[in-house]
T-cell receptor, first 113, second 115 residues
């Protein structure tokens, strides 16, 4: 059974720091992995999508990597800003059953001015 | 504007009174799905649909029904709501990942309280 874990559950950093959020999954047979951002009481906004054949994706200050063999993805945020404060979630789509998505519990990030 | 629209956004109801949460997308997506989000439990998948007339259970389908008669709509039906269905519900959609990227787009959420 696929399990997705995000550590740490919460993170507080000063503005300007570069930081890494982690996402681990137990079954490497995935179709893709997607990172989302969720603001309190709001819906999820897609940040980056990595297909299983890809190693990384970049968008602005965000870079996501994928290592299927080790069951890990990282989301790198460069030069963090207070506006980056939110909960970040990762989700994997299982290979062979692409209708099912498994989400991690999320990392709540606070960037202090 | 490309979007996933859920209604109602907020609802307070009583045990046993049937309700429907609607979800509509304007991106011609084949895939649609419902999730509930609860503190400490994260996001859990209720049902999903790979295309019109094709639906399947997620991880927590008990107490819910869905239908997919049209490509753009995927309503979530609670036939007899109970207090343990009090939650924040999200609808999401994407292109079929075999023909597209499979990038998932979410609605704004529907906060349901069952008394």
């Amino acid at each position: 059974k696929q399990e997705v874990t995000q550590i740490p559950a919460a993170l507080s950093v000063p503005e300007g720091e570069n930081l890494v959020l982690n996402c681990s999954f137990t079954d490497s047979a995935i179709y893709n992995l997607q990172w989302f951002r969720q603001d309190p009481g709001k819906g999820l906004t897609s940040l980056l999508l990595i297909q299983s054949s890809q190693r990384e994706q970049t968008s602005g200050r965000l870079n996501a990597s994928l290592d299927k063999s080790s069951g890990r993805s990282t989301l790198y945020i460069a030069a963090s800003q207070p506006g980056d404060s939110a909960t970040y979630l990762c989700a994997v789509r299982r290979y062979g059953n692409t209708g099912k998505l498994i989400f991690g519990q999320g990392t709540t990030l606070q960037v202090k001015p | 504007e490309a979007q996933v629209t859920q209604n109602p956004r907020y609802l307070i109801t009583v045990t046993g009174k049937k309700l429907t949460v609607t979800c509509s997308q304007n991106m011609n997506h084949e895939y649609m799905s419902w999730y509930r989000q609860d503190p400490g439990l994260g996001l859990r998948q209720i049902y999903y649909s790979m295309n019109v007339e094709v639906t399947d259970k997620g991880d927590v389908p008990e107490g819910y029904k869905v239908s997919r008669k049209e490509k753009r709509n995927f309503p979530l039906i609670l036939e007899s709501p109970s207090p343990n269905q009090t939650s924040l519900y999200f609808c999401a959609s994407s292109f079929d990942i075999l023909g597209g990227s499979g990038e998932l787009f979410f609605g704004e959420g529907s906060r349901l309280t069952v008394l």
